[in-house]
Every structure is written in structure tokens, then in C-alpha cells.
């Protein structure tokens, strides 16, 4: 005879909003966004935290939230591609990828875009190098990934531009 798997109750914001679910101690966070909030931007790739296709923003910096618990996110404000995009902050970044057709399939876009859209935010100059070395932690198997480091180089310069 198994016993029933503890559930355990976190309160944590995401997106911007109080959430407070009860949940399987062992449950992921990305089966937490997807499978009890609904968010399903957030894609679950190779659960090993090596595609980066989960990728979400927790208390200001990008993880795997398949490498999370849920319960590890008791108490943060977790962003997905939902309200990172709903905010608008995205907007650049999303036309830059629709324009030079670094969308590919689509799958680990919104992984791409949450690293990228950190890069473009942090104080560090951002090159064409730099780009490639902040995406070593995405994979994707639709592309050479030329196309999404010129988005992402067409975004820096543009958000240079309004900001200097």
C-alpha cells in the first residue's frame, strides 16, 4: 500500500496576481503554470532544464521551471511569456522575431524571448557574441539560430536608439 503524495499550499504572484493553490510537493512549476493556472506559454521540452523551452522569470531572473518545484516558488512573483507579452514590454522583441522569421515552429519561442528580453535588460553591451552566448542554454531544432540573433541584435540596437 503507497501513500498519498503530500500537497502542500504556496501563495506566490504570477503574472501579477496573488495565487494561492494547493499542490503535489513534488509537482513541477511548470506543470503548476500549465496543468492548475492554465498558462500554457510556458512549454515543457526535454524536463532536464538543457532546451530552455520552460524558461519563465522568478523574482527578476530567467529559470527552468521544470527544474523548480512548485513549492520553491512559495512566496516569489514568477513572470511567464503570458505576462510578459500582456504587458507589452515584449512588443520590440516580438516583432523583430515575426520580421526576420525567428518564430520557427514556435515551441521554444517563449523560452527565447524571456532570455533575450533579460539580456536587452541587463547593463551589459549586448553583440552579436554576447547574444549567442546567452542563448547556449536554448535549444532549438528548427534553426541555426541566425535568424533569432539578428531579432535579437535589430531589438538591442533599436532600444539603444530611444535610449541614447
Known sequence: MTSPEPFRTITCRVNGIARTEAVPVRMSLADFLRDVLGLTGTHLGCEEG???ACTVVSDGATVRACLLLAVQADGMAIET??????????KDLQEAFYARSAL???FCTSGILLTADAMLR??????RR???EG??????????YHAIVDAIAET???RATCDG
Open 81 to 90: 511569456i503570458e505576462g510578459a507579452s500582456d504587458s507589452g514590454r515584449l
Open 104 to 106: 520557427q515552429c514556435g
Open 122 to 127: 541587463d547593463d551589459r553591451p549586448v553583440d
Open 130 to 132: 554576447a547574444i549567442r
Open 135 to 144: 542563448l547556449t542554454g536554448h535549444i532549438c531544432r528548427c534553426t541555426g
Open 156 to 158: 538591442a540596437e533599436q
Open 50 to 52: 538543457q532546451c530552455g
